[in-house]
């Protein structure tokens, strides 16, 4: 199983930036795939962006050029940099491992984007 814990979500202005982390109970070089998932409310969760252990990356294509997803398999640690925020980008983020064929969730932290 992996726990995941994610943080740094909080109340930010549009065109600000945030960076959200998310710390796994597990040691990352035994996780291909981690991603960042978002759910806004009325809607379905979404993919935000995925890193694999090569690493290679993919973004949803409305957070391209603004959001930066980054691994650091030694600290067991996911990141997601977000830049030029917009109020479009609120939502509940969640961290997602895939490992062994299932899928793993933390518990979300909010981002709201408003002036």
């Known amino acids: 199983q992996v726990q995941l814990v994610e943080s740094g979500g909080g109340l930010v202005q549009p065109g600000g930036s945030l960076r959200l982390s998310c710390a796994a109970s597990?040691?990352?070089?035994?996780?291909?795939?981690m991603g960042w998932y978002r759910q806004a409310p009325g809607k379905e969760r979404e993919l935000v962006a995925t890193?694999?252990?090569?690493?290679?990356?993919n973004y949803t294509d409305s957070v391209k050029g603004r959001f930066t997803i980054s691994r650091n398999n030694a600290k067991n640690m996911v990141y997601l940099q977000m830049n030029s925020l917009k109020p479009e980008d609120t939502a509940v983020y969640y961290c997602?491992?895939?490992?062994?064929?299932?899928?793993?969730w933390g518990q979300g932290t909010q981002v709201t984007v408003s002036s």
């Open positions: 597990r040691s990352l070089f035994s996780i291909n795939l």
């Open positions: 997602n491992a895939h490992f062994l064929l299932e899928n793993y």
């Open positions: 890193i694999t252990s090569v690493p290679s990356t």
